[in-house]
């Protein structure tokens, strides 16, 4: 089916909508696509990815990702992905839901229950904590883009035998690795169980989380994938 997205753009119109799912799932892609063809399409859109998004996220940002986590407790790690997110709901989410725009964010709380999750934090504790956090700016929609561990990391090129090692040899630089890969943030560092367990989490999350959530197979091409992000946002949205 196909859908004019001149005519999905307004229905998006103060609609907040998170793209997240595993490591090389394509969610940075789909979102970027998804940003440009709302524009192209006549809608006021405002992109944005957690953590970060502010100077003051991008600081946490810097924190939580360019470095070694191996010392750092689940629930420091958890709180400060939450205090970056309180700024960017501040700062840019609310003022530009009240405008009307369409927010599209790359990750979010989503992101926290299975990746945080997945290192020993309750899920259902995340929740509570993003309760306090967020307040009620929770998204609209949330698209989890679902892929197999093994064929994420070929996406992004990293190979098995680099997962879980790394991190603390290269934590704050941007060089790459002797044979081409690029230096892995924190939590692409950790181990192949630990990623296969934040899809898993990823897996469950309609079950649980708080606003709507859809989980679309990003296994296939990116333009069929595409597809199926429109289609699904003109039937929640229709």
Request: net charge negative; proline share 4%; no cysteine.
């Given at each position: 089916m196909s859908i004019d997205l001149t005519?999905?753009?307004?229905?998006?119109?103060?609609k907040f909508v998170v793209f997240d799912g595993p490591d090389g799932s394509g969610k940075s892609s789909q979102h970027r696509r998804l940003t440009e063809a709302l524009v192209a399409g006549g809608g006021g859109v405002v992109s944005c990815r957690d953590p970060g998004g502010?100077?003051?996220?991008?600081r946490i940002r810097s924190v939580l990702l360019d470095h070694d986590l191996s010392r750092m407790a689940v629930n420091c790690e958890t709180l400060l992905f939450m205090a970056s997110r309180a700024q960017l709901v501040f700062e840019v989410i609310e003022p530009a839901l009240r405008?009307?725009?369409?927010?599209?964010c790359d990750r979010f709380v989503t992101a926290t229950c299975a990746y945080q999750g997945a290192a020993g934090y309750d899920p259902q504790r995340v929740i509570e904590v993003a309760r306090y956090a967020i307040g009620n700016t929770w998204p609209d929609l949330?698209?989890?883009l679902d892929v197999d561990i093994e064929a994420g990391f070929e996406r992004i090129g990293r190979k098995k035998h680099h997962a879980g090692k790394h991190r603390k040899k290269y934590a704050g630089q941007t060089s790459l690795f002797a044979g081409g890969d690029s230096v892995p943030d924190a939590m692409e560092a950790r181990s192949l169980a630990y990623h296969r367990k934040v899809r898993e989490l990823f897996r469950e999350l309609p079950a649980y989380y708080p606003r709507p959530v859809v989980i679309i197979d990003s296994g296939q091409p990116e333009e069929t994938v595409f597809?199926?992000?429109v289609e699904c946002l003109a039937r929640v949205f229709g």
């Open positions: 005519q999905l753009a307004p229905r998006l119109a103060g502010t100077d003051i996220g991008e405008e009307g725009k369409t927010v599209l949330s698209i989890i597809a199926h992000v």
